[in-house]
């Protein structure tokens, strides 16, 4: 599956979403600027966007919900880490209160995965934060497997950016 990520204004972003209504794309807000997201299995519509490959998946991405977008800029060594790291514990979110839907990417031409989280609100969302799947994840613990345990691996900070969508929106 590929995924698609561009960025614009929120008007210009609708008018993508309905002029490609047929397409499974979804407008999401966030603060100081809009995304449409596009996931599919043939080619962008886009003319110049960034390019993901979904290498796990869980849940059907809703076209209203609260978005998580975690940044991690790997090195060229740490890529291979990373994807084995994550792809076997990304299911730890699957069952928590509020889940939607979650996609790793792997960037085509840049070296940021994204680990998208969908949420049916910002509240479950701030709750799974204070999670112990959130912990395996993301957070370092008291075995020292989360992420940030993993230092070497990263380019830099990782970071995360968060997004709203609404149905009417389209």
Do not use: C
């Amino acid at each position: 599956m590929k995924f698609f990520i561009t960025s614009g204004t929120r008007d210009f972003m609708k008018s993508l979403g309905k002029k490609y209504a047929n397409e499974n794309m979804i407008v999401m807000e966030g603060i100081g600027n809009s995304l449409l997201i596009h996931e599919t299995t043939r080619d962008s519509v886009f003319q110049s966007p960034m390019k993901y490959e979904v290498i796990a998946s869980a849940g059907s991405l809703q076209e209203e919900g609260y978005f998580a977008l975690h940044h991690v800029p790997t090195t060229d060594e740490g890529r291979p880490i990373f994807e084995h790291w994550m792809s076997s514990r990304v299911d730890n979110v699957e069952n928590e209160a509020g889940f939607l839907a979650h996609r790793l990417l792997r960037p085509a031409s840049s070296n940021t995965y994204i680990f998208l989280t969908e949420w049916t609100d910002k509240t479950f969302f701030d709750l799974w934060k204070d999670s112990i799947s959130y912990q395996k994840i993301i957070k370092d613990n008291k075995n020292g497997t989360g992420l940030e345990r993993k230092p070497h691996i990263f380019s830099s900070a990782p970071y995360v950016t968060t997004y709203k969508a609404k149905q009417d929106d389209k």
